[in-house]
Nanobody, 125 residues
Framework: QVQLVESGGGLVQAGGSLRLSCAAS????????MGWFRQAPGKEREFVAAISLSGRIVSYADSLKGRFTISRDNAKNTVYLQMNSVRPEDTAVYYC??????????????????WGQGTQVTVSS
């Protein structure tokens, strides 16, 4: 059973930084492309970033490029999301997800097979 557990969320001031982590268990982590998504109140869950099996290929939502960085450590079975220069509109529940069928990570949430429970990020102005 694949389990994904996010951590690192919290309250941060606008302009600050936060690093989210997602620890995976019950799977061969290096066989899964990984993604981060977020969902704000009253909105649909949206793509944030994705990373390939090796970590060499990454993709980002256009609006977030340059502020957020996705990375992974296959030895630790963990994927990270470094969030810099955060804004109030980044407030959301952040989810990590695992895709067993893709090498590169997809932007569509329907591509992902496993999801974490989410971690709340709140950015104050």
């Amino acid at each position: 059973q694949v389990q994904l557990v996010e951590s690192g969320g919290g309250l941060v001031q606008a302009g600050g930084s936060l690093r989210l982590s997602c620890a995976a268990s019950g799977c061969t982590f290096s066989s899964y492309a990984m993604g981060w998504f977020r969902q704000a109140p009253g909105k649909e869950r949206e793509f944030v970033a994705a990373i390939s099996l090796s970590g060499r290929i990454v993709s980002y939502a256009d609006s977030l490029k340059g502020r957020f960085t996705i990375s992974r450590d296959n030895a630790k079975n963990t994927v990270y999301l470094q969030m810099n220069s955060v804004r109030p509109e980044d407030t959301a529940v952040y989810y990590c997800a695992a895709d067993r069928d893709s090498n590169y990570g997809q932007r569509s949430r329907e591509s992902y097979d496993y999801w974490g429970q989410g971690t709340q990020v709140t950015v104050s102005s």
